[in-house]
């Protein structure tokens, strides 16, 4: 079947769809954002957490069908949606992100891509080396600087669904923050960097106001 | 160039922003945070087929037939391989024993073995085709604990044994035996005031890394192939892969994708051969990418076990013998069973003094899931069994349990069972020390003026208490833990550095083929060049086979080892360097002949900080290049009848103290703090370190009360594989981490520094344990803890 | 495998009625998983997320019509007040990823007996509206479980909305895993106080076959109430009394042994949770509520 519905603020188009894929199998190998992740396939992770209509949700329970005409942000559209909500008289990104950091590099952006214009379908024309310069949204930005990101597997889901609580509840408690994340699992943090991050977050969007 | 057992000399880059010792922040950071991080997963190739494992679906049985006709004749449907299909001689593998068939040969020997494989153009495709495999078992008595495998008439695993341990077992069912003795326990028992029997039962605990197992292989033109992959060691990956493609090492190419963790569960192959099989078959890429239920078959898990310890101790507190006993349950396969085994006696007794020992430790062969590395590695088991001893016995003598600890530790110069000295910091007491020193959390922290925040409390969203029943309960542990890989390995790494000028700038290459999994290699080593090559810009290449070896990311090695190995080819570039410039520039100073010269802030300096030249002007039309290995002192094998040998090469240590809420009536635990003091000899990245630490604790809180994978004892069948019944902690479950770090130079190590990604997941479990025993009364001795336990229940 | 996408329920029901075997499919959150593991291969899928009636609640005089679908982050947030029990239900569910796409028609759908809402639905007292192009019915919560993941539904039935009284009096819900946020149930317990008719009512999820109602402790409860005069005096509770009714709760298990807890276990936490909501609802109904309410 094809399905039609908007990632990131863009109109796509996904054919020959099986009718068993889920959102998160058409965004990974149909669109080319593999961001989302595949860690459980059953809704225990929430690493494949995108927003639908707004929403955040387990793009790994929602059938391909279900999406017809509905409007998807995946984390790679996240930066981009944070600005415009920012625009829209939110938090004044960009005033948050500090600039730590040393000079490294990793020489392959996507480490071990495999050659032949494997990666040509990507969406976002993104050619950089290491991202760096990319604009990133005050949790991305959060999480790299607190120590949260580790194999980062997790990451994307937990910035997808971090991202909409700091939305609904800018001055979270700690037990606000745990239990909005209680559905995005983490296996190498022990969670306290991911506190850390959106605490940070917090503070700064405040600071930001 | 440091040399084995040398101290080293530590130099700080104060000079170089970024160096060692600060907290900079990860190369990949900006990759992984906006989702543009390829992990194996993530790969695609145009006109990639999709592979799919057939797998068995009892633990124990003949094969009688298969029948792939129908599979083969399904539309879209590539190939289609059995073990007939294998290309040459060599069809099986494993990391120390090649006992593990590619593809099921003739029997099966634990639910999930891969029986088959399949290459399709889409996923259901390959599924369906996996589907219409008709596989016909006769079922034979599965093995599934001591009893069934040493029994006079069991059935054996494996038939004909000829592998190095087969030798020396007292049962061909047996893996592994290590025994260590030292002293005399039968006489020192006499001397003991006290003597305290345990045994204890250690669940079936899971990696549960969130990246599945997944990569892709893409046919070269030369006939080779290039497997895009996560692992945690590609080079032992190689060397498996090659003889069953009947390639040699040079075309089987190999580059590490993104790893979406590993905690020892990627040590082992899981799908790497039957991508390249089916690559190869096809003439078309292949991806393979497990889903969360086939991961739990894909990979080992950490070896259940079942302890036997008897302590003795005088009336004033000194501990007289340790015996044990630890039987470990290695399942099907050997994967890396004998060197858990060797773990498992020579740290058996804890980080204590004990001139008396009498020591056992095995792996089984049985009919459940082949287990093999996690994160502690054999340490595991025995911490949570030898804590739970020190605090029987202490309670016994009626002292307090970390007075009579410190009373016992271990320090710089006691000789472990093994026969060997500890040779460098071993500050137990001190860890105790700083570990209860700690302020205790608040009491009652769920109590608001608005009631009770079920969020805090034992059950939390689940809304079982408002807090009846709830019981508070504080408890200690300390553990051992060895560094890099031990018994006489031949334990190396191989970095190669580059130094040119770029754009203006000099920049550092460093290239290794170490697995980066999430530990934060990649952001050390750009903090060594920075320190050794005073230079601000540092490129990671991407890790592949392209370089020599690295060794395996575990044993708490990588940055000791190839953190080493990166030291000492900067050390080697750094000379080249200065031999360039005194080429250059030498008669322009006289410091160039005379003075020590180090490279800072893209300058040569004397060490008196006198700038002799530029970098930019020395390296003018010059790049420089070493590749170079480098090994940590070595070390021997453990004598095969007294287990005496000098077997490790540096020892890891940290103590916890946990504090737990228990709803006493339904047996439901929330751990309301978890606080680590750890020594790290040198904390190369404080950030990382702190992370590696609360990551490894939670693993540990994580088999204290919930993580085990379930095994029906009538059919060896695993019972949870899935997220739903497979629990790892939320954020929900995980307390607050406080850490208190010490850093202790080991001489031996580059900077001084200890592994530290182990030791955390040792004694986190034990002080959980001791933390509800506290608030129960109850013996509790097994873990993970379930409500039944607590309850009167189970 | 053919994808079904009505945009009106009459298209739905009409599509149900030309295939009976289509498994419908709202919030995803059961059938995807049994997708994705490759435990099931319906024939047709029939998406109901286009039918935006099924989304909607409307609040009556007597009970609510919550659509089918509406998502359980609403329950939480727009119908604590009426629908209490629920609402603490609704918030033991998986994680809020779940609780965003998952709704009570899914849980009645699927009918495990581990599905969250039931306790509550039990207790409160409510009617599963379905519908099929043959005609509506209103089915009785105390008859719509019929077995083990077996319901009361035709073959070409729809569940439309569920009608569940408004609560007259204090309602809590407790739930057992060996986890602190995102576990299935090991078992769970719903009580419902009903002072209008002066009765209780309770639910069991998890410890039988099917979601039950320990009605020889709900009679118990009722007499013992009514001949001690608590509705109209406000006593405490005598611990005999609740350690009765608690017992009561226990042996209207019908447990089994399995991965997630024991058959013992389940007996046991029923009991205990039986009485810890009596006295957390019956103290809130001598108007001591602020302290014993728990976070919804």
Known sequence: MRVNFTVNGRPQEADDVWEGESLLYVLRERLGLPGSKNACEQGECGSCTVRLDGVPVCSCLVAAGQVEGREVVTVEGLADFAKQRAEHGGCATGACGTDGKAGTSLQDAQLGVPPGGAWGRAAKGQDSQTGEGTELSPIQQAFIDAGAVQCGFCTPGLLVAADEMLEQNPNPTDADIREALSGNLCRCTGYEKIMDAVRLAAARQGEAV | ?794 | ?296
């Open chain 3, 1 to 296: 495998m053919d994808f079904l996408r009505p945009a009106s329920w009459e298209e739905a029901l009409a599509a149900k009625a030309e295939h009976p075997t289509a498994v419908p499919i709202a919030g995803g959150t059961d059938v995807m998983v049994e997708i994705n593991f490759d435990h099931r291969r319906p024939e047709y899928l029939l998406d109901l997320n286009r039918i935006g009636d099924l989304y909607e609640w409307e609040v009556g005089e007597d009970s609510v019509r919550l659509g089918a679908s509406v998502p359980y982050t609403r329950i939480m947030e727009h119908l604590r007040a009426e629908l209490p029990g629920l609402a603490l239900a609704s918030h033991t569910v998986a994680s809020p990823q779940i609780r965003n796409r998952g709704g009570v028609g899914g849980n009645l759908g699927t009918a495990s007996p581990a599905g969250d809402a039931h306790p509550a639905l039990l207790a409160a007292g409510a009617e599963v509206e379905v519908e099929s192009v043959r005609g509506s019915r209103r089915i009785p919560i105390d008859e719509f479980y019929t077995g083990v993941k077996r319901n009361a539904l035709a073959a070409d039935e729809l569940i439309r909305a569920v009608h569940i009284k408004k609560a007259d009096g204090p309602q809590q819900y407790s739930k057992v895993g060996t986890r602190n946020a995102m576990v299935i149930a090991v078992c769970a317990f719903g009580l419902a106080l009903h002072p209008e008719t002066r009765t209780v009512r309770t639910g069991i999820g998890s410890a039988a076959p099917t979601p039950v109602r320990a009605k020889a402790a709900e009679e118990f409860l009722n007499a013992a109430l009514e001949e001690g005069g608590f509705w109209d005096n406000g006593k405490i509770i005598t611990p005999s009394v609740a350690k009765q009714f608690a017992d009561l709760c226990s042996a209207a298990c019908n447990p089994i042994d399995d991965v997630r807890g024991t058959a013992s276990y389940r007996r046991h936490a029923v009991g205990i949770m039986a009485r810890r909501t009596l006295t957390w609802t019956w103290e809130s109904y001598r108007g001591t509520a602020a302290h014993t309410e728990g976070v919804a």
């Open chain 2, 1 to 794: 160039m440091p040399t084995n057992g040398a101290p080293t000399k530590i130099t700080q880059g104060s000079q170089t922003k970024g160096g060692i010792g600060e907290s900079t922040l990860r190369p990949d950071g900006t990759l992984k945070v906006t989702g543009e991080f390829a992990y194996s997963s993530d790969m695609w190739h145009e006109d990639m087929l999709w592979g799919q494992i057939l797998r068995a679906t009892v633990a124990h049985a003949e094969i009688v037939s298969i029948d792939t006709s129908e599979a083969l004749a399904m539309a879209g449907v590539y190939a289609v391989m059995t073990y007939d299909d294998l290309p040459t001689d060599v069809k099986n593998y494993g990391l120390e024993i090649q006992d593990t068939p590619v593809l099921a040969h003739g029997k099966v020997r634990h639910h999930g073995e891969p029986v088959a494989i399949v290459a399709a153009d889409h996923p259901e495709t390959a599924r369906r085709a996996a589907a219409k495999i008709k596989v016909e078992y006769r079922d034979l008595p599965v093995i599934t604990d001591e009893a069934s495998a040493t029994a006079p008439d069991a059935i054996l695993v494996h038939e004909g044994r000829d592998d190095h341990h087969s030798g020396h077992v007292p049962h061909p069912n047996i893996v592994h035996r290590q025994p260590i003795f030292r002293g005399d326990a039968a006489e020192a028992a006499e001397r003991a005031d006290v003597i305290v029997k345990g045994e204890y039962t250690f669940g079936m605990q899971d990696q549960a890394f969130l990246g599945p197992e997944s990569g892709l292989a893409v046919p070269d033109e030369d006939g080779g192939v290039h497997l895009y992959i996560a692992t945690q060691w590609l080079h032992s990956d190689l060397k498996q892969i090659a003889p069953v493609l009947g390639l040699p090492e040079s075309k089987v190419r190999m580059t590490l994708s993104g790893v979406g963790g590993a905690f020892g569960g990627r040590e082992d192959l899981s799908m790497q051969i039957h991508a390249c099989l089916l690559a190869l078959r096809t003439g078309k890429p292949v991806k393979i990418v497990y889903n969360r239920f086939e991961s739990f078959f894909g990979h080992v898990h950490r070896h259940p076990a079942k302890l036997h310890y008897e302590h003795g101790a005088t009336k004033d507190g000194k501990l007289t013998h340790v015996k044990c006993r630890i039987v470990l349950d290695g399942g099907a396969y050997a994967s890396a069973s004998p060197a858990v085994v060797g773990n498992a006696a020579s740290l058996s007794i804890g980080p204590y003094v004990v001139e008396d020992v009498d020591i056992e430790a095995l792996a089984l062969y049985t009919n459940n899931p082949p287990c093999g590395a996690m994160r502690g590695f054999g340490a595991v088991q025995a911490c949570f069994a030898y804590e739970a001893q020190m605090d029987k016995v202490a309670k016994q003598l009626g002292m307090d349990p970390i007075k009579f600890r410190q009373l016992n530790a271990m320090e710089q110069g006691t000789i472990m069972p093994t026969g060997q000295p500890v040779d460098s910091p071993a500050p137990v007491a001190e860890l105790l020390r700083r570990v209860k020193a700690m302020p205790l959390p608040p009491e009652r922290q769920w109590e608001s003026s608005e009631g009770a925040d079920v969020r805090q409390l034992p059950g939390g969203l689940s809304n079982t208490t408002h807090g009846e029943g709830v019981v508070r309960g504080v408890g200690y542990a300390v553990g051992i833990k060895n560094v890099g890989f031990s018994e006489g390995f031949d334990d190396y790494s191989t970095a190669k550095v580059r130094m040119e000028v770029v754009g203006g700038e000099p920049v550092a290459t460093v290239h290794t083929a170490m697995a980066e999994v999430g530990q934060g290699g990649v952001t050390v080593h750009a903090q060594i060049a920075r320190t050794e090559l005073g230079v601000a810009q540092v490129t990671i290449h991407p890790a592949d086979t392209q370089v020599g070896s690295a060794g395996s990311t575990s044993a708490s090695r990588q940055t000791y080892v190839t953190g080493g190995a990166v030291k000492n080819s900067c050390e080697l570039v750094r000379e080249k360097v200065l031999e360039i410039g005194r080429r250059k520039f030498g008669s322009y100073h006289p410091a160039w002949a005379t003075a020590e010269l180090l490279l800072e802030g893209g300058k040569v300096v004397t060490d008196g900080g006198e700038v002799l030249a530029d970098l930019v002007d020395v390296l003018e039309g010059e790049a420089v290049e070493v590749e170079a290995e480098w090994r940590h002192r070595p070390t021997e094998a453990f004598d095969l009848r007294t287990g005496q040998g000098f077997g490790h090469v540096q020892y890891s240590f940290a103590a916890h103290r946990a504090v737990v809420e228990v709803d006493t009536e339904l047996g439901l635990v929330k751990v309301i703090e978890l606080a680590c003091a750890q020594d790290v000899g040198k904390a190369l990245n404080p950030l990382s370190v702190i992370g590696q630490i609360q990551g490894g604790t939670t693993q540990g809180l994580g088999v204290a009360v919930m993580e085990e994978i379930i095994v029906d004892p009538k059919t060896a069948k695993v019972r949870n594989p899935s997220f739903t019944d497979y629990l790892i902690p939320t954020i929900l479950d995980t307390p607050t981490i406080p850490v208190d770090v010490l850093e202790l130079a080991d001489d031996h190590a580059p900077y001084g520094l200890r592994g530290i990604g182990e030791a955390p997941t040792l004694s986190s479990t034990p002080a959980v344990l001791a933390a509800i025993r506290n608030a129960t009364g109850l013996e509790l001795n097994r873990t993970p803890v379930r409500p039944e336990h607590l309850t009167g229940t189970a």
